[in-house]
């Protein structure tokens, strides 16, 4: 029987190609015209929190995370997340979920957004967002529309436009508290 090497690694650019293929194997060339690639289509994905699953050296699984803004939340897109046949159904999906989550967490990140099927991500401690809350450069399925909240308020805040946010300029904490502070003293 062969011995399994299962590895977590983030991503790099070396992992491009076999991405590709896991992408194309998973998702055929339909993949491009999705709501959810069309704001993949605005900006780079963030390496930092995206990661793949290596078996004995070959990447057989990936999950990738893109900035967004989701109305005035602070957020991350989830996906694609995408394991090879020869590898499903043990655990390796799930695992790469629960570490793109903590890592965005980590970031400080307000909401893990995703388009997919509630049987799957809702007990990975993903909710429903309000029903046609948010809006997609495409057409969506309201009831696949998904979230893990991580900050004060994100249901209820999470409203409008979803489109690719540029993260390379990070906001500065302080500078939001004083001008908080100055509108409270007008
Ligand atoms: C969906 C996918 C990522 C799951 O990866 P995986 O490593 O096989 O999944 P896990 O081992 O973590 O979980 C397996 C469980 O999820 C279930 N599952 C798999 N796909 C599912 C789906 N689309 N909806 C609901 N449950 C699903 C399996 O039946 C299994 O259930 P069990 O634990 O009760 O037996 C993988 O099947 C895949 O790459 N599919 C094609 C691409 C895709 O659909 N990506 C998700 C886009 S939303």
Same mark, same amino acid.
């Given at each position: ?43 780079? $994905?963030?390496?930092? /929190?995206? &990661?793949i699953?290596?078996? +004995? ?5 990936? *999950?990738? =995370? ?5 109305g ?21 999906g799930?695992e ?20 997919g ?12 967002? $309000?029903?046609?809350? /948010?809006? &997609?450069?495409?057409?969506? +399925? ?5 979230? *893990?909240? =991580? ?36």
């Amino acid at each position: 029987m062969k011995k399994h090497d299962i590895v977590y690694l983030t991503e790099d650019a070396s992992h491009d190609a076999a991405i590709e293929i896991i992408n194309e194997e998973a998702f055929g060339p339909g993949r491009f015209v999705r709501a959810a690639a069309r704001i993949r289509e605005q900006g780079p $994905h963030d390496r930092s /929190l995206s &990661f793949i699953c290596t078996d +004995d050296g070959e990447a057989i699984a990936s *999950v990738r =995370m893109t900035p967004v803004m989701a109305g005035p939340v602070r957020g991350h897109l989830l996906g694609p997340l995408a394991v090879r046949p020869s590898h499903k159904n043990r655990g390796i999906g799930r695992e790469l979920v629960r570490i793109a989550v903590e890592a965005a967490r980590r970031k400080g990140s307000e909401a893990v957004i995703l388009v997919g099927d509630p049987s799957y991500y809702q007990p990975l401690g993903f909710e429903k967002v $309000h029903y046609g809350a /948010l809006e &997609f450069p495409g057409p969506v +399925d309201p009831a696949r529309v998904l979230v *893990v909240p =991580m900050a004060a308020d994100v249901h209820a805040r999470l409203s409008g436009v979803i489109c690719w946010r540029d993260d390379s300029v990070a906001p500065v904490p302080g500078q939001a508290v004083e001008a908080r502070a100055e509108g409270a003293a007008a």
